[in-house]
């Protein structure tokens, strides 16, 4: 079965960094691209930033260009998204997904706030 | 960016009752390589969005067949034949076509 469970969320102060995981099973992890994707409280969907299975291309929403850098371990089949810099429009349900969009984890929520 | 437009945004429905979702996009969605990257999902209250359909009309797996989709270029359907309450929620087209990807509004599913 299929599972992706984030974490590493919680509450930032605008300015400071913030370090998500996505920790992958139940596929071959290191044969697929992922996404990470947010949702702005009582908003609609944003596709964030996706990288290749092997971590050597990665592709960013211009909002994020330059803060956020989406990274991979295969060998612990883990994703990730380094979030510097952060504004108070990164608040958000960041969630992570499989290539096609068919398995999205549970969410991790990223409050930015003073 | 591509702009997907669905309509409506707020849909009404008793149960059993067949509904349709329109997702237009601002420019068309055929990729070169000759797919059409045009998904549906369903995100329940308090829920991760679930994927219903991929690539226009293909259902996903264990997505129940009363879900459908169509369409091609620009506009785009999604159809309930026979609305259930676990059918309930926000309902959004997405495109990964031209990047960056980009998600419709949504259209909440409520009943009347």
């Known amino acids: 079965e299929v599972q992706l469970v984030e974490s590493g969320g919680g509450l930032v102060q605008p300015g400071r960094s913030l370090k998500l995981s996505c920790a992958a099973s139940?596929?071959?992890?290191?044969?697929?691209?992922m996404h990470w994707i947010r949702q702005a409280p009582t908003k609609g969907l944003e596709w964030v930033a996706s990288?290749?299975?092997?971590?050597?291309?990665?592709y960013y929403r211009d909002s994020v260009k330059g803060r956020f850098t989406i990274s991979r371990d295969n060998a612990k089949s883990t994703l990730y998204l380094q979030m510097d810099s952060l504004r108070s429009e990164d608040t958000a349900t960041y969630y992570c997904?499989?290539?096609?969009?068919?398995?999205w984890g549970q969410g991790v929520m990223v409050t930015v706030s003073s | 960016d591509v702009v997907l437009t669905q309509t409506p945004s707020i849909l009404s429905a008793t149960i059993g009752q067949s509904v349709s979702i329109s997702c237009r996009s601002s420019?068309?969605?055929?990729?070169?390589?000759?797919?059409?990257?045009l998904y549906w999902f369903l995100q329940r209250p308090g829920q991760s969005p679930q994927r219903l359909i991929y690539?226009?009309?293909n259902l996903g797996s264990g997505v129940p067949n009363r879900f459908s989709g169509s369409g091609s270029g620009t506009d785009f359907t999604l159809k309930i034949s026979g609305v259930e309450a676990e059918d309930l929620g926000v309902y959004y087209c997405?495109?990964?076509?031209?990047?960056?990807?980009?998600f419709g509004g949504g259209t909440k599913l409520e009943l009347k």
């Open positions: 997904a499989t290539p096609s969009f068919d398995y």
């Open positions: 139940g596929f071959t992890f290191s044969n697929y691209g």
């Open positions: 690539l226009v009309s």
């Open positions: 420019q068309s969605l055929l990729d070169s390589d000759g797919n059409t990257y």
């Open positions: 990288i290749s299975p092997s971590g050597g291309s990665t």
């Open positions: 997405m495109q990964a076509t031209h990047a960056p990807w980009t």
